[in-house]
């Protein structure tokens, strides 16, 4: 991959020409599309209203549109009426929660993301051969609470580094660590090699957990952080995916990083002084609010923008299998993937 060029002046006196470094990969993953869509074609298909545990993606504007097109938003599954229809989230659920819906006789759309599955498959399999899991994580997020619940008897959450001193197991010689799939991965290594200096024998998972869109999102944002003086952000503050991005600006070199979830959040005296902006978006987030952003940076002079890509990203992910059979009954085509890139930017690439 080449360097990224610096930005030029017309001449030694002449302030840097401004410009944006559009990162990509960004936005919408394979899990988030699957997802969004599903509730989508509920909606189409089943008609309004259709009931959503959690939010569907951690993206306030996704969330506002779906609920606008008659999606209701619960916290937990004794607020959906006996018999409705039931979405559970990209980010997945424990087993106590598919029991509690299954007694009110919901009508379930699981649309986990399947990367996220994986890890619960992987939660269960340790347990069965009684291992002490330790889950990197963030407590109290979704996905965890749904993985933990998995094995809660098995499985420890270890929110960060500083946490490794805490964790107590049964035996040093049989525990595992698997993680959340949207962390930084830098800080989960880093867990990991202080678990492995207390617990030399520590198991990997069979294969990543951080999800690939994670980690490209993240290896994009390397890459044009350093060339920066501001990095933008496009994402909810309960992303985890899109709040580790801006700290991952920071630690490769961003002059300043922030998060918006919409173009009018951008502060025009972030701008001040700046040559070159950095944008990204998280994995939950849709393209069109990466335009208003940019939009708003050409009417602050930033009308050049050139896309660092780091990876190209083709996996698609079918619609949840109930979903699936009763469009397939109803003779409805599957829909086209809206993956990212989709969307053709005025771009130049770097």
Known sequence: MAAVPAATTEGPDAPARKRVLLAAPRGYCAGVDRAVVAVEKALEHYGAPVYVRKEIVHNKYVVETLSARGAVFVDETDAVPEGARVVF?????SPAVRAAAEARSLQTIDATCPLVTKVHKEAVRFADDDFDILLIGHAGHEEVEGTQGEAPEHIQVVNSPADVANVVVRDPDRVVWISQTTLSVDETMETVRRLRERFPNLQDPPSDDICYATQNRQVAVKKLAPHCDV?????????????RLVEVALDAGARASYRIDHAA???????????????????SVPEILVRDVLDVLAAHGFGDVEEVRTATEDLMFSLPRELRADLKAAGTPAPRPRREGRAALDVRPV
């Open 265 to 283: 959040e951008i502060d025009p005296a972030w701008l001040e002084g700046a040559a070159t902006v950095g944008v990204t978006s998280g994995a």
């Open 89 to 93: 989230s990209a980010h997945g659920v």
């Open 231 to 243: 990095v933008i952000t496009v994402g909810s503050a309960n992303s985890s995916n899109s709040v």
